[in-house]
């Protein structure tokens, strides 16, 4: 095995790092991702270069997690479903959010950062928060259609992530390739932070836990502002993982 593998079946495979720069790139040319990103500054006062990339970089990390080990072995043979990775690739997302300064990441505070956005109406938008609910969040949700909500509680969860070493030199090189392609500090510094993380090692320890709770998932009440926001960046994202899935995969 050569490939750092996204899909592999008898007929036909998908190379994990082609599957994130084309998701990339077509989350960054959709007309849904102009228009989010207008709607929020105009509603909001946020910068809309900061929404697109920061919706870029949800497109980057959303199946980063199938580069670990324990997925990529099982490619030897045939890798159609990587279960729970979308798990590894979320809590990948919050810890690079705790790497680059985000406090509403910290482990005293994520708790907190989860119930605000999911249960109460916010008061205003800083770049930890507009991070947890264009990236952290729907990267979480993503398979949405395949997921029981109880598989996203704590013993799903993940120590570390530990990259195969197929895929490293391969991500290097896609998240050196990025970095030129970021303007505005905060999703510039996250892509920095993987590249020089894996840089350093491929094995990343003390993965931060995600708070989730059944009433972040089914709270009832009149959906919150930033609820929409988190559907929209959701439908962007599998938007684009299910086109270029299903071309990369013909």
Not at 166 to 177: A, G, P, Q, Y
Request: charged residues 25%; glycine residues 4%; aromatic residues 8%.
């Amino acid at each position: 095995m050569s490939i750092c593998y996204a899909f592999k079946d008898v007929n036909s495979s998908e190379c994990l790092i082609d599957h994130l720069r084309n998701v990339m790139i077509c989350s960054r040319s959709r007309w849904e991702t102009i228009g989010l990103s207008k709607k929020l500054l105009n509603l909001y006062g946020v910068d809309d270069e900061l929404v697109n990339e920061l919706v870029a970089i949800a497109a980057l990390l959303h199946d980063i997690g199938k580069a670990d080990k324990i997925y990529q072995l099982s490619c030897e043979e045939v890798c159609r479903e990587f279960p729970n990775h979308y798990i590894l690739s979320t809590q990948f997302s919050i810890y690079l959010g705790r790497v680059v300064g985000l406090n509403e990441l910290n482990a005293e505070n994520i708790s907190k950062t989860f119930d605000e956005i999911l249960l109460r109406n916010l008061e205003r938008f800083t770049e930890g928060i507009i991070y947890t609910i264009i990236v952290v969040i729907p990267i979480l949700l993503h398979h949405y259609a395949q997921i029981n909500p109880m598989k996203l509680m704590l013993r799903d969860q993940y120590r570390e992530f530990n990259v195969h070493e197929v895929c490293l030199e391969d991500l290097l090189k896609l998240f050196n390739e990025v970095i030129n392609t970021m303007e505005i500090e905060l999703p510039k510094k996250i892509v920095k932070a993987v590249y020089e993380i894996l840089t350093k090692s491929p094995i990343i320890k003390d993965l931060s836990v995600i708070p989730l709770r059944r009433e972040h998932l089914f709270n009832l009440q009149r959906p919150l502002p930033q609820r929409f926001i988190i559907e929209a960046t959701l439908g962007i994202l599998n938007l684009c993982d299910g086109i270029i899935a299903s071309r990369s995969r013909q």
